[in-house]
């Protein structure tokens, strides 16, 4: 019954390679986001997304691209990784007009080598 | 853009005593998080702040929120070591960019016995 989920959890792979992150949430929230968290524990927005608009943060390079198939996933694609992009990567929900708090998934690390 | 502030970064202080952890931020808003990280782990989400003079109580930990002054506050109260984690505190403000929240940079706090 978890309410938001990632996979993978742990990510290593090679610089240039084109990776994607999953992420799935059965709260029956309609907006869901990705944070980027860097070494030093500072977390970032880098997309918000509901039925109507994606948002994105304009330091997000275009390799990054967020792909919602359907209301309770939003997927990140990330193309040509590299070193910089290693990271921990947080999926998050949060039903818009209640403007409730928002719930993470359980993050995944990124390990670019 | 909004600046989220927080003071100190970093605390080590020992079981049985108060303290304060400070959030200031530089944009009017009236919707404030608090998210605690243990290390490796999600954000779990500790209080919602939607209106200035909130206050919230859970166990040893209280939130405030001062709209006025930009100002919130988390106390902790005879502290123990199970408290010891990264908090952070969160705005959200909707005035451009990628909705979402806004981060402080986290304080690290060890409750030492």
């Known amino acids: 019954d978890t309410a938001v989920s990632q996979t993978p959890k742990y990510l290593v792979t090679q610089m240039g390679n084109d990776k994607s992150i999953k992420c799935e949430q059965n709260?029956?929230?309609?907006?869901m986001y990705w944070y980027k968290q860097d070494s030093k524990k500072f977390l970032k927005i880098m997309f918000s997304y509901n039925n109507k608009e994606l948002i994105i943060n304009e330091t997000v390079p275009n390799r990054f691209s967020p792909k919602s198939p359907d209301k309770a996933h939003l997927n990140l694609h990330i193309n040509s990784l590299e070193l910089g992009d290693s990271a921990v990567y947080f999926c998050?929900?949060?039903?818009?007009?209640?403007?409730?708090?928002?719930?993470f998934g359980p993050g995944t690390r990124l390990t670019v080598t | 853009e909004l600046k989220v502030e927080q003071n100190p970064l970093f605390l080590s202080m020992q079981e049985g005593k108060n303290y304060t952890i400070y959030c200031n931020y530089s944009t009017t808003s009236d919707r404030l998080y608090w998210y605690r990280q243990d290390p490796g782990k999600s954000l779990e989400s500790l209080f919602v702040l939607l209106s200035n003079g909130a206050v919230k109580q859970e166990g040893r930990l209280m939130a405030s929120l001062d709209t006025k002054a930009r100002l919130s506050t988390l106390h902790i109260t005879a502290a123990v070591h199970d408290l010891s984690a990264t908090y952070f505190c969160?705005?959200?403000?909707?005035?451009?960019?990628?909705?979402?929240?806004?981060f402080g940079k986290g304080t690290h706090l060890i409750i030492q016995p």
């Open positions: 969160a705005v959200d403000w909707r005035g451009g960019g990628a909705d979402g929240l806004t």
């Open positions: 709260l029956g929230h309609d907006t």
């Open positions: 998050a929900s949060s039903q818009e007009v209640v403007l409730s708090e928002q719930y």
